[in-house]
């Protein structure tokens, strides 16, 4: 698998974060992101009803995927950092983690076969 043909898979920007990021930076800030703790910082937060954190959290890992031009990953992130944005338990925080997670397991996932195939 090429990097280009993980962003495909993932709906991600592949030209434009090119355009911006050369691909040795874009493997090494990928690879970054793989060993971010974020997603399990919020994960953990969410257990605790710990709102803040799980939105600081998503609010860090939605700049991250919009740095990187993971656009469905960004997207997923922003609708679950706007269901936090009050901070407070309510009816869309557990479907936008839904939604996020299963992107960002799709994305974990994705990279690390990249990294495998290199």
Known sequence: MTIMEAYEKLGGD????IYRINENMLLRLIGLLLKDVNYANICT???RHDYESAFRGAHTLKGVALNLGLTTLTEKASILTEALRDRQENENIMPAFTEF??????????????????
Request: hydrophobic share 35%; net charge negative; no cysteine.
């Open 14 to 17: 592949y030209e434009d974060t």
């Open 45 to 47: 937060a969410l257990e």
């Open 101 to 118: 997670r299963e992107a960002y397991q799709n994305m974990h996932t994705t990279f690390s076969q990249l990294f495998a195939s290199l």
